[in-house]
């Protein structure tokens, strides 16, 4: 082998590794991209999640002391303790986990004095106390709607905040798939030229 084709062989091969690293590096930094697309989905949607349970529990535990309350029927106090069970269960994986915004940490403190005024609406009741528990009762009327609000603005800014970063890791994948794309086209192209020139001064060679 001449020395001609020796220094064409050499970056050819040197050109081939450069190209298996900067394809493999892309490969992976397309793969942690998908996996941020993926962590996204998951993490950031069960916030959501959790945020449309809370209202549910909320809306529902209120029902339930206005029904016992209109009808005095204890069918709907167990329905309110059922219902406080399992939000208490919710709150607490939510709040044990620390991805959980602060917000809606926030959100579930001031939950949790709506939950102490209800328990006192109990207490009345359970005294026979119709008339106090009834005027209590309304009292938290308008601090439950502005919880019930405050959770859905705060569900609304979480959907729109998960929407952005869609797009944004979305935009981020169709870019380094260009980019890939791209240089992989240019590489080939190199490698084919230099294939070309080993070739040719092969042929050369021959010849003289």
Avoid at 61 to 76: H, K, S
Avoid at 108 to 115: A, P, Q, T, V
Avoid at 183 to 205: G, N, S, W
């Amino acid at each position: 082998m001449t020395v001609s084709q020796q220094k064409w062989l050499t970056l050819l091969i040197l050109l081939s590794l450069l190209s298996a690293l900067i394809l493999a590096g892309f490969g992976f930094q397309l793969r942690d991209t998908r996996h941020q697309l993926e962590s996204i989905h998951s993490q950031r949607l069960d916030s959501y999640d959790a945020i449309e349970e809370i209202m549910y529990f909320n809306i529902e535990r209120a029902n339930a002391i206005r029904g016992l309350l209109a009808y005095e029927d204890r069918r709907f106090l167990e329905s309110y303790y059922s219902m406080s069970q399992q939000a208490e269960e919710l709150k607490t994986s939510i709040t044990n986990d620390p991805r959980t915004p602060s917000s809606l940490i926030d959100l579930l403190y001031r939950d949790g004095i709506w939950e102490q005024g209800a328990a006192e609406v109990l207490v009345f009741y359970e005294r026979g106390d119709l008339e106090a528990a009834t005027e209590l009762a309304e009292t938290m009327t308008d601090q439950r709607q502005t919880i019930l609000e405050d959770l859905r603005a705060l569900k609304k800014l979480q959907y729109e905040d998960i929407r952005k970063q869609l797009v944004a890791t979305e935009n981020q994948i169709d870019v380094l798939i260009q980019a890939l794309t791209s240089i992989a086209i240019l590489l080939i192209a190199a490698l084919l030229v230099l294939l070309f020139l080993l070739f040719k001064t092969r042929k050369k060679d021959r010849l003289q």
